[in-house]
Nanobody, 117 residues
Framework: QVQMVESGGGLVQAGGSLKLSCTAS????????MAWYRRPPGKQRDLVAM???????NYIDSVKGRFTISRDNAKNAVYLQMDSLKPEDTANYYC???????????WGQGTQVTVSS
């Protein structure tokens, strides 16, 4: 399994924006469906958004219209643009291969996003 490497988190005020990035040491992102997950403090890790190899995206209802998942296959990278952030978006964010590609990667350390009110 290939470990994912997430970056771009930080502390931001409510209403602000952050862009998360995800890369891997091997070229699996460009060949896989990908997803972003998050684990809020004291809660389980849940799916936030996914994107297919061809670029079709889906989101959970609570982030629709605020978050945008994208990919750059040439750079072997996937991104999560987060706008209009809310305190309830505070979590550690992870990326991973998704669906039938799930077992190709292992969980990385994630990147912490903290939204202050």
């Amino acid at each position: 399994q290939v470990q994912m490497v997430e970056s771009g988190g930080g502390l931001v005020q409510a209403g602000g924006s952050l862009k998360l990035s995800c890369t891997a040491s091997e070229r699996i992102i460009s060949n896989s469906d990908m997803a972003w997950y998050r684990r809020p403090p004291g809660k389980q890790r849940d799916l936030v958004a996914m994107i297919t190899r061809s670029g079709l995206a889906n989101y959970i209802d609570s982030v629709k219209g605020r978050f945008t998942i994208s990919r750059d296959n040439a750079k072997n990278a996937v991104y999560l643009q987060m706008d209009s952030l809310k305190p309830e978006d505070t979590a550690n964010y992870y990326c991973k291969t998704y669906g039938s590609y799930y077992s190709l990667s292992s969980w990385g350390q994630g990147t912490q996003v903290t939204v202050s009110s």
